[in-house]
């Protein structure tokens, strides 16, 4: 605890979710503290974002509310979702019941590979999945160098890996609805529902509340980013002849194509192409890419 020049006393934070105006922000050992922001970030177009790492004067320590005065310097900031300081993603999808939409999971990795985000792949309900189910999707992902998790959240089989590779960081959660991604985080921290519940008195409107992104403290410096379930997402804004970038299997084989700048579409002699027939390069990833690929030239067509 410091003090302002003002005799306010002040102290750092992480702002766990924003809300109409108003901030949540997580203080170690203390709480969750209900803040504005100080004009002046209005005034400099400066937007506090949930993760950011801030400064806050207390206005009232009894009702645990004050002014977030500073934004610490971002270590990162992502575009969608508009949140900062983002070790890691994590993206969750089922192997069975829901079968997963390998288009989406796709979607989502380019768009995490144009952040420069490094992504774990974790498949739930891996306690009613057939062994050869498992080992298609992890010769499809590791090969991208992907790390790839079989859990089961309904009987505990996994978590213990997905608490080692959480610890210290903070983690971006992300995968569509009815995969297990509350009950994720309900058997990773079993006191998260009194934390949430914490901010839910504090802004009065529990489960009707839109859902925003919001972050979770597991433990100290470790937190969960839990933003809502998607069923689409558009790409990112690149081009078709971007796309293969974003790809990280194609690279060791690109440059020994025949054309500089090949598409990896209908050029001879073509090293991409030639590994996914040799088993090197997953063959449902590169159908997704020409997909893709071909949804990126359509939509070209109509700018």
Known sequence: MQHSPHGLEYMTGKIMKGIAGFYYVHVEGRGIYECKAKGIFRKEGIKPLVGDDVELDVLDEAKMCGNIRSILQRKSALVRPAVANVDQALVLFAIVKPNPN?????????????????????????????????????????????????????????????????????????GPSGVGKSSLINQLSPGTQMETGEISEKIKRGRHTTRHSEIIALRDSTYIMDTPGFTSLELPQITKEELGWYYPEFREHEPFCKFRGCAHISEPDCKVKAAVEEGKISRMRYENYMALYRELKENRRYL
């Not at 990795?109 to 490094?118: D, H, S, T, W, Y």
């Not at 992902?141 to 960081?169: M, P, W």
């Open 102 to 174: 390998f288009n989406l999971l796709d979607r989502f990795l380019i768009r995490m590979e144009q952040q420069k985000l490094p992504t774990i792949i974790c498949f739930n309900k891996e306690d009613i999945a057939s062994p050869e189910e498992k080992e298609a999707l992890r010769r499809a992902y590791e090969t991208c160098g992907y790390q790839v998790l079989f859990i089961s959240v309904l009987e505990n089989k996994g978590l213990d890996q997905v608490r080692e590779l959480l610890a210290g960081k903070t983690t971006t959660l992300a």
